[in-house]
């Protein structure tokens, strides 16, 4: 059977990736060699027309007032709450389950991260502990759009009002998704909250071919600040009103992220096609829980797809599917609340039951745009024989 698979791999199917870059390039190459091309004869390598055309075009796609475009994921949130005027001692809180570099801009500005719980079936983070968490010195929250499906925004934000905190989105992987309010209205993510940051990461829902990342916003003050912060605190040239930063986004990246966005909603179509498919092909084992999501998955466009194996050993199945040549990866192995870098005496472990467990449930399976019917096949035939 293994070797049948493999074979049948070799003749009909390509490559299976976690990403496939290369085949997603193949169809967009002649825009943007040609749009690159461009960039090179005309040496406006920083913040040359491409630059231009995509903040607008993004301000557009998303429904936001300001896109401020910088040099990745990572400065986007620490630019985000040095705008927004948090100070040291100030306490922010985000989820226990996400990638580090949300908690990394917060202690390196000396704030301190508060990490709280995630819910068991989206993975986002938990209102109720939010709300736990609050303290008088609590400043802001940053809830992640895990996976790339929509926080609990509603519960999020009547928190924030009712205690006067600013929430900023942390869109890096939710790029494209559309949260349904209960009032009914459909909002972009990264265009609820006081303000977002997304990652143009290359393996992001919309990536480019090195570092990228950008800033949103409604508040047209708070849209000026951030401006003079990513350009060295400057408002007028050589005039430095406030501490800075250097980050941008250069030329050659709006070019790919320009050709991009036109195709972002196929592409994260794409991703839900593919989602729906592992979903129809595993659901029915009762050792896999599949992705929870509402209705037609507007609210999740699946930067991963991401299962929960219950009862069996998860790292065992990650050695198998490796071993059949088929990628995978545990999104977070480690909660962050007990990294090392994080470690703090307020946290007790009985605070973290979800996260705790997940940590030894979750794996996240091959997804990208180029995914097709054979390889989810394989995939999941694969993967289904590992409980046999
Ligand atoms: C990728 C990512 C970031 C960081 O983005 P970079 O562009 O790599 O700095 C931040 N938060 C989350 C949730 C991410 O997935």
Same mark, same amino acid.
């Given at each position: 059977?293994?070797?049948?698979?493999?074979?049948?791999?070799?003749?009909?199917?390509?490559?299976?990736?976690?990403?496939?870059?290369?085949?997603?390039?193949?169809?967009?190459?002649?825009?943007?060699?040609?749009?690159?091309?461009?960039?090179?004869?005309?040496?406006?390598?920083?913040?040359?027309?491409?630059?231009?055309? /995509?903040?607008?075009?993004?301000?557009?796609?998303?429904?936001?007032?300001?896109?401020?475009?910088?040099?990745?994921?990572?400065? *986007?949130?620490?630019?985000?709450?040095?705008?927004?005027?948090?100070?040291?001692?100030?306490?922010?809180?985000?989820?226990?389950?996400?990638?580090? *570099?949300?908690?990394?801009?917060?202690?390196?500005?000396?704030?301190?991260?508060?990490?709280?719980?995630?819910?068991?079936?989206? /993975?986002?983070?938990?209102?109720?502990?939010?709300?736990?968490?609050?303290?008088?010195?609590?400043?802001?929250?940053?809830?992640?759009?895990?996976?790339?499906?929509?926080?609990?925004?509603?519960?999020?934000?009547?928190?924030?009002?009712?205690?006067?905190?600013?929430?900023?989105?942390?869109?890096?992987?939710?790029?494209?998704?559309?949260?349904?309010?209960?009032?009914?209205?459909?909002?972009?993510?990264?265009?609820?909250?006081?303000?977002?940051?997304?990652?143009?990461?290359?393996?992001?829902?919309?990536?480019?071919?090195?570092?990228?990342?950008?800033?949103?916003?409604?508040?047209?003050?708070?849209?000026?600040?951030?401006?003079?912060?990513?350009?060295?605190?400057?408002?007028?040239?050589?005039?430095?009103?406030?501490?800075?930063?250097?980050?941008?986004?250069?030329?050659?990246?709006?070019?790919?992220?320009?050709?991009?966005?036109?195709?972002?909603?196929?592409?994260?179509?794409?991703?839900?096609?593919?989602?729906?498919?592992?979903?129809?092909?595993?659901?029915?084992?009762?050792?896999?829980?599949?992705?929870?999501?509402?209705?037609?998955?507007?609210?999740?466009?699946?930067?991963?797809?991401?299962?929960?194996?219950?009862?069996?050993?998860?790292?065992?199945?990650?050695?198998?599917?490796?071993?059949?040549?088929?990628?995978?990866?545990?999104?977070?192995?480690?909660?962050?609340?007990?990294?090392?870098?994080?470690?703090?005496?307020?946290?007790?472990?009985?605070?973290?039951?979800?996260?705790?467990?997940?940590?030894?449930?979750?794996?996240?399976?091959?997804?990208?745009?180029?995914?097709?019917?054979?390889?989810?096949?394989?995939?999941?035939?694969?993967?289904?024989?590992?409980?046999?």
């Amino acid at each position: 059977m293994f070797f049948v698979a493999l074979y049948y791999q070799k003749v009909a199917m390509r490559k299976i990736q976690m990403v496939d870059l290369q085949t997603q390039y193949e169809f967009i190459k002649p825009q943007v060699d040609a749009g690159m091309q461009e960039v090179l004869s005309s040496a406006q390598f920083i913040n040359g027309p491409a630059v231009k055309t /995509f903040q607008a075009n993004l301000e557009k796609y998303l429904g936001v007032k300001h896109v401020i475009p910088c040099a990745n994921g990572t400065d *986007a949130l620490q630019i985000s709450m040095m705008g927004l005027g948090l100070t040291p001692g100030d306490e922010v809180i985000t989820a226990d389950f996400t990638f580090a *570099a949300t908690v990394e801009v917060i202690a390196l500005l000396g704030l301190t991260p508060v990490m709280v719980d995630v819910l068991p079936d989206t /993975f986002n983070i938990d209102p109720a502990a939010i709300e736990k968490a609050i303290t008088p010195k609590t400043k802001a929250i940053v809830p992640v759009h895990l996976f790339g499906q929509a926080a609990a925004m509603d519960e999020i934000m009547e928190i924030a009002e009712k205690h006067n905190l600013f929430v900023i989105e942390d869109n890096a992987q939710g790029i494209g998704a559309t949260f349904t309010s209960k009032n009914g209205t459909h909002t972009k993510t990264g265009g609820i909250g006081h303000v977002a940051s997304t990652s143009f990461f290359p393996s992001k829902n919309l990536g480019c071919y090195g570092d990228g990342g950008a800033i949103f916003t409604n508040d047209d003050d708070l849209a000026h600040t951030l401006r003079g912060i990513v350009n060295h605190g400057m408002y007028k040239r050589y005039h430095h009103d406030v501490v800075g930063v250097n980050s941008r986004l250069d030329s050659l990246q709006a070019v790919v992220l320009n050709e991009k966005l036109r195709l972002l909603d196929f592409y994260n179509e794409r991703r839900k096609w593919a989602a729906i498919r592992y979903t129809q092909l595993l659901e029915h084992h009762p050792k896999i829980q599949t992705p929870v999501t509402s209705g037609d998955c507007s609210s999740h466009v699946f930067h991963q797809y991401t299962l929960r194996i219950l009862d069996a050993d998860r790292d065992a199945l990650v050695a198998y599917l490796q071993a059949n040549q088929i990628p995978c990866g545990v999104y977070y192995p480690i909660p962050l609340h007990r990294q090392k870098a994080y470690v703090d005496s307020r946290y007790n472990e009985a605070d973290f039951c979800v996260t705790n467990q997940l940590i030894n449930e979750v794996i996240s399976l091959p997804m990208h745009s180029e995914l097709d019917e054979a390889q989810v096949l394989f995939i999941c035939k694969t993967l289904l024989a590992f409980f046999d």
